[in-house]
């Protein structure tokens, strides 16, 4: 039936027809593109250069751009990012003309794997190619440049918008004001307010986000009469300010303790008819509870009630949680009343709150009697709620009790978790039993239970304490055979257990082999003894930032270690650049450096110091080697200099 069909039919057919193959197959249909590549030619005509679709050469609609362009935003909506690159470059290599959707979802696809700087090469590539990026496209690299507080970047896009005629839209200013307010730039956020108003374009003129985002700004910069001044500016402007607006107000009131304000927000919410959100209350409640003013926070509940405004469990808990951590249970249960009256059920955080008062109380049989409570509501257990009554009973040191909250977890078909085990673990420490803990660490490992970090942690602290250091040390051992990697303060327990017994050079040798451990399991790495041992600069020694980083998956990265291991990183100079940048690398996994992507961006463009000129090769050694090939290796202070970060 299809035969006389043209490929590009059968193309958009296959791709997105709905019995055929459906979307969740996408990588099938990635490669299809590929295998359609030659394919595609029947529906090119010679144009300019010979490869040209004779559609998009007229600006006609094409099926071959249509169908590829649903195929990149099926995979954005899938997370599937990585492959919008090729399928974008299909269109143009099976001689197609980029549609403007297909363009954002490139950027918008690189943006989300924050590869910011391919994202602005990519834009400018578009624009040399004669494709005309809408505001869309723009706004995508703006907003990624603004997340990560990079202005400078996100201006320059926005020089670049305005030069190539695209009209900025309000989502491209508010999208800045936010930026400037994430990088401590409160005043640059309110000039760009004003540049706004200033235009007269109705497509640009300040709406209702606009002044809740620049509300935020200055109230995150502490500006709270200019907070005001701009609430009352909206009014006159004819912006009717909304719950949204008055909520940042109570928060921002809230978080500086100041609680009679925060209740006054309220209070001009209700006299300009706004009616308060479960989150504006909860706001105020909140604090009012974390200022140990509980009885002051009922009253305001109870004339919530009374005035009909919205109450929830999130509300009553907050409340339950201030009255629990005052020991006050005969409150407690004044707020379970009221809940029962106003039809409102406590939940399972409602009742694991009131038993974990009971067992900082050292009362554990009253928490089981709680548990017994849920129970009887029919209010389904979880492990957290175990793993209270467990930490419960340990700090009663009662540990065998423990033990048993773990065997009745098994019988009703709950798996304990790591926290449940760490804590009985801890309980045997505790009282010197390292048998017994290293006994609960096993059945731990049989029922398929990864111990973490802090696991391990315990487990040494209890060596520790038991004046075992050999057998602390081995602690390390059990930590490598389940990919556990030690962090700066696991070492010093393990250095310091050697010293509490008055062996300082058992303690010594053991980080020195530490340090030669670390330079052996990574290829990359560099002797210490690779820095010169002359300093010159100082530049790493003004760099607090270098003294708190900590990567997981290697040693964490302290001053202390530093003076520990003795390794001379008071400066980088031009001669020893490579060694520095291997360095650099010996502490940054694929996995973890992201994660340190915004630190790393900031320290480096509020840096003004730099650390000599580099050379191409050691440009790109970093760039090919960390997980984004763009993050240090186009962050340069001007001149073909690399910041000290």
Not at 615 to 623: E, G, I, Q
Request: some cysteine; hydrophobic content about 35%.
């Amino acid at each position: 039936m299809g035969r006389g069909r043209p490929s590009h039919w059968r193309e958009h057919k296959i791709l997105f027809g709905r019995t055929l193959i459906p979307l969740l197959h996408l990588r099938t249909e990635v490669d299809m593109v590929s295998a359609r590549s030659s394919e595609s030619k029947v529906h090119s005509a010679y144009g300019p250069g010979g490869s040209t679709c004779v559609n998009c050469l007229n600006r006609r609609s094409c099926d071959i751009v249509v169908s590829r362009t649903k195929l990149m935003k099926a995979l954005r909506g899938k997370g599937k990012t990585s492959k919008l690159q090729f399928v974008y470059d299909s269109i143009s290599r099976d001689g197609h003309r980029p549609s403007l959707a297909s363009c954002s979802h490139l950027l918008a696809g690189l943006c989300q794997r924050q590869l910011y700087r391919k994202a602005e090469s990519r834009l400018l590539q578009m624009i040399q190619e004669g494709l005309k990026p809408d505001p869309i496209c723009y706004n995508a690299v703006i907003n990624a440049f603004c997340e990560q507080g990079v202005m400078s970047s996100a201006q320059r896009i926005f020089q670049i918008m305005l030069e190539n005629r695209c009209k900025p839209t309000s989502s491209t200013f508010n999208t800045l004001i936010k930026g400037y307010g994430l990088s401590g730039q409160p005043l640059a956020a309110k000039e760009l307010l004003k540049q706004m108003e200033d235009t007269g374009v109705r497509k640009t003129k300040p709406n209702l986000r606009t002044y809740n985002i620049l509300l935020n700004v200055l109230c995150k910069n502490g500006m709270i009469n200019d907070s005001w001044d701009l609430i009352r500016m909206m009014r006159d402007k004819g912006v009717q300010p909304d719950a949204v607006t008055y909520n940042t107000m109570a928060n921002t009131f809230a978080e500086k303790g100041l609680t009679v304000e925060a209740e006054n927000v309220i209070r001009e919410m209700q006299s300009f008819q706004i009616r308060p959100t479960e989150r504006t209350c909860g706001i105020v409640i909140n604090a009012l509870c974390q200022e140990g003013d509980t009885n002051r926070a009922l009253e305001l509940v109870k004339r919530m009630s009374t005035q009909g405004l919205p109450l929830n469990n999130v509300i009553f808990n907050t409340l339950v949680k201030g009255y629990a951590k005052a020991l006050q249970f005969d409150e407690v249960e004044q707020v379970l009343d009221m809940m029962n009256q106003l039809g409102i059920e406590p939940n399972l955080q409602t009742f694991s709150t009131i038993m974990d008062a009971w067992c900082a109380a050292g009362l554990v049989e009253n928490a089981k009697s709680v548990m017994e409570r849920m129970l009887n509501a029919g209010i389904s257990l979880d492990a957290t709620a175990y793993g209270i009554l467990a930490k419960g009973y340990v700090r009663a040191q009662k540990t065998q009790m423990a033990e048993s909250v773990v065997q009745d977890m098994c019988q009703k078909g709950l798996r304990p978790n790591v926290i449940v085990y760490t804590t009985i673990i801890s309980g045997w420490c505790s009282v010197g039993r390292m048998e017994d803990a290293l006994r609960v660490y096993g059945e731990m490992i049989k029922c398929g239970i990864s111990p973490n970090l802090r696991t391990y942690q315990t487990l040494i602290w209890g060596f520790k304490e038991a004046r075992l250091p050999s057998k602390a040390e081995d602690v390390l051992k059990l930590m490598d055979k389940y990919s556990v990697y030690a962090d700066d303060k696991t070492l010093k327990m393990i250095a310091n257990a050697w010293r509490d017994i008055g062996l300082e050079e058992e303690a010594s040798r053991f980080l020195r082999g530490q340090r030669h451990k670390l330079i052996k399991n990574d290829d990359r790495a560099v002797l210490w003894s690779g820095f010169s041992s002359q300093p010159t600069s100082g530049v790493l020694e003004s760099n607090p930032s270098i003294s708190s980083l900590n990567v997981p998956g290697y040693l964490s990265v302290s001053s202390d270690t530093f003076a520990t291991l003795k390794p001379d990183l008071r400066f980088i100079s031009s001669s020893n650049m490579s060694t520095a940048l291997c360095m650099s690398k010996s502490f940054v996994t694929v996995s973890s450096f992201r994660s340190l992507k915004t630190k790393l961006l900031a320290q480096i463009n509020s840096c003004h110091q730099v650390i000599g000129p580099f050379n191409w090769m050691c440009h790109r050694l970093l760039s090919v080697e960390l997980s984004d090939k763009h993050i240090v290796s186009d962050y340069r202070c001007g001149h073909g200099q690399l910041c000290a970060f």
